[in-house]
């Protein structure tokens, strides 16, 4: 019984800490929390972090292959993609990454929220498509991170 419980609070204060990334300029979040319509033929990206458990966590977010960014607490990333194409968003979890295959339409604007979920070592992660009010709802209380810094892309 002893190692469980030594284990459960190991485990809450691995998840409890703070990690953090690069920030990008004030400016440059509140004109993506304008949230444009994206360039002509492409679908715009948002993908964001605000659970609160597994704060102490950075994971690596990835657009067909490309690094996007290492994602921390209460930060998002905006991205632009071809529009009219199925595109694949993955994020690094505990023993494999974890995917989200989307078809994006050009102009549109999309919501992916990325969530951190307890693990057997470390919190895993996940991904889930929001609705535009939620994701909007959502970001609003963030701040934009600088792309293309991940751990595990070189």
Same mark, same amino acid.
């Given at each position: ?19 953090? /990334? #690069?920030?990008?300029?004030?400016? =440059? +979040?509140?004109?993506?929390?304008? @949230?444009?319509?994206?360039? &002509? !033929? ?20 990835? /657009? #067909?292959?490309?690094?996007?960014? =290492? +994602?921390?607490?209460?930060?998002? @990333?905006?991205?632009?993609? &071809? !529009? ?71």
């Amino acid at each position: 019984m002893k190692i469980f419980t030594t284990f459960a609070l190991a485990a809450v204060v691995l998840m409890s800490g703070c990690a953090s /990334v #690069d920030m990008a300029s004030k400016a =440059e +979040s509140s004109k993506a929390k304008e @949230f444009n319509p994206p360039t &002509q !033929g492409n679908a715009g990206l948002y993908i964001y972090r605000n659970s609160f458990v597994g704060k102490a966590l950075k994971k690596d977010i990835l /657009v #067909d292959g490309k690094c996007v960014g =290492e +994602s921390a607490p209460d930060v998002f @990333f905006y991205t632009e993609v &071809q !529009g009219g194409k199925n595109h694949k968003i993955d994020t690094e979890s505990e023993f494999s990454d974890n995917s989200l295959e989307l078809m994006l339409e050009s102009g549109k604007n999309y919501f992916i929220r990325q969530f951190i979920k307890m693990g057997v070592f470390v919190g895993g992660a996940g991904l889930e498509q929001v609705t535009e009010a939620q994701g909007k709802a959502d970001i609003a209380s963030l701040e934009l991170a600088k792309t293309g810094k991940c751990n595990s892309v070189k």
